[in-house]
């Protein structure tokens, strides 16, 4: 596996693989052994302005190709990904520590993806709109934006890049992908050596796998690309905001969550257990969709509790390889030592461990908490690791109050043995998505997936894809003759 690493440890740049000239390196870990899977000479401001000129250099060519032409490199790619499935599931489970069931999911979604991308390049429609002006014309166009920069996290690093990347290329662009510094073979050459193998044209796609502390906002404020995909923590959300705004470019910001998962009085109270442990504990936590608060009706609290707890204590903690595992590592040591520390604060601050998991490098065991002030700054943010606050509520009214008491505004889930009374409970949640009798983590590749508040701007997937990587163009064309003032 280390050769595999080893080989894709370079950056791709108008269609060739080559090493960054930087002055330091990238070191990738597997975050469960602390093997060392490549080291990366990082990317350079000037190799950052070489991926945006190749891209900008082959997408006029690209857009000119007929979407049905598009089309048979998505068709390739996805088989590609079928037949090496085992060795991405390797690397998954090795750069980013995911388990195989983790490692199923993302595989899954990605390639739901790709297959909507097929359809993608064959979606943008043209109009002609009526003018009160006699004999004139108008068409209006839906055209590529020109290049798109794509930032992609460490949680979900495969299905988070192509998810952007693959619509922006079907729509007729050029990318450039700059992947988390922690994840960039999964996240970023991977994606590039896929695409290649499909026969993607030399210089559409780009991979730069570098570090802010290089480039700092040389990403962000180059003058080619016209949007910015950014998936991440709303703070370094709000600072792309802020450049591509000052620049009048377009971002896209799919953020931070604090989500809830609601347990109403008359709820299936196993079917919530079940829905609320995964929904707190894929992938250890480090999920934006995940549910950070458990919120339970307190008719039902005890029984709730019981079950909850005895289904966390059973999750088996630790090599992510082990196919029985379920709780990996996270990340890295920073982010296992932040994860412990919610912890221990919490308790401090009054809150009951039911569970209290142990950290071990970068194993975090999963932790039960409740009776967390209600004046808490906990309650308030994201918690990307595997501890859950258990929150009572007393009625509807008051589970409202709690969920919304948040900056966050991403995910959500209730559970109710009445599917209408969940839909008005959901319609009353300040987020983007909710969902009724199930998870808060769930993606689709035809509904639009965003947040509200601090979780994000803007709308990925289905028709909210064509907005985001396309513009409209207006041509009027006067068939008569215009009659002028003077």
């Given amino acids: 596996m280390s050769s595999y690493f ?22 990738d870990f597997n975050p469960y052994d602390g093997e060392k899977l490549a080291s990366i000479t990082i990317a350079t401001v000037d190799e950052v302005d070489e ?28 088989a590609i990904i079928e037949e090496r499935e085992t060795e991405i599931t390797d690397a998954i489970i090795a750069e980013l520590g995911g388990t195989r069931v983790k490692a199923a999911f993302e595989l899954h979604l990605a390639k739901e993806f790709l297959r909507e991308s097929i359809q993608l390049t064959l979606r943008p429609e043209g109009k002609i709109l009526p003018s009160p002006v006699d004999g004139k014309e108008n068409r209006l166009y839906r055209v590529p934006v020109g290049v798109v920069g794509v930032i992609s996290p460490f949680n979900f690093p495969f299905l988070l890049s192509i998810k952007s990347v693959a619509p ?30 499909a026969g993607l044209p030399g210089g559409l796609l780009n991979v730069v796998l570098t570090d802010i502390a290089e480039i700092g906002d040389a990403f962000l404020e180059h003058p080619i690309p016209k949007v910015i995909s950014f998936t991440g923590s709303d703070k370094v959300g709000r600072h792309v905001a802020t450049v591509c705004a000052s620049l009048f470019k377009r971002s896209v910001l799919e953020l931070g969550g604090n989500s809830a998962l609601v347990v109403l009085d008359d709820a299936d109270v196993d079917y919530a257990v079940d829905a609320a442990v995964f929904s707190r504990y894929v992938h250890q936590g480090q999920v934006c969709m995940a549910a950070n608060r458990v919120l339970v009706d307190r008719s039902l609290q005890a029984e709730f509790t019981e079950k909850f707890v005895a289904k966390v204590k059973s999750l088996k903690v630790g090599d992510p390889r082990d196919p029985g595992t379920v709780i990996g590592p996270v990340i890295n040591s920073s982010q296992a030592e932040a994860v412990s520390g919610v912890v221990e604060q919490a308790i401090a601050e009054g809150a009951t461990a039911l569970v209290h ?21 906990l309650l308030q943010q994201e918690i990307f690791g595997p501890v859950a606050f258990l929150i009572p509520f007393d009625g509807e009214e008051e589970a409202v ?31 983007g998505m909710f969902h009724v009798n199930d998870g808060t983590v769930h993606d689709e590749p035809l509904v639009p997936f965003g947040g509200e508040k601090h979780s994000g701007v803007g709308r990925l997937n289905g028709e909210t894809t064509l907005e985001a990587f396309t513009t409209l163009k207006w041509i009027s064309v006067q068939h008569g003759r215009s009659g002028f003032p003077f």
């Fill in 51 to 78: 991926a945006y000129k190749a891209a900008a250099a082959a997408q006029q060519q690209w857009a000119a190709i007929s979407a049905y032409g598009r089309r048979a490199v998505f068709e390739k790619a996805l």
């Fill in 357 to 377: 998991g142990r950290t071990t490098d970068n194993l975090v065991e999963p932790s039960v908490l409740t009776d967390v002030p209600s004046d808490s700054g």
């Fill in 168 to 197: 922006a290329l079907a729509l007729g662009n050029g990318v450039v992908l700059k992947p988390h510094q922690d994840t960039p073979v999964v996240g970023g050459s991977l994606v590039a050596k896929i695409f290649e193998d």
């Fill in 6 to 27: 080893t080989d894709l440890a370079r950056q791709y740049i108008g269609g060739e693989w080559r090493p960054g000239t930087g002055s330091w390196d990238i070191i």
């Fill in 401 to 431: 109050r709690i969920v919304n008491d948040t900056p966050y505004g991403l995910s959500g889930a209730v559970h109710t043995g009445d599917i209408e009374r969940g839909v008005n409970f959901a319609k009353q949640i300040d987020t």
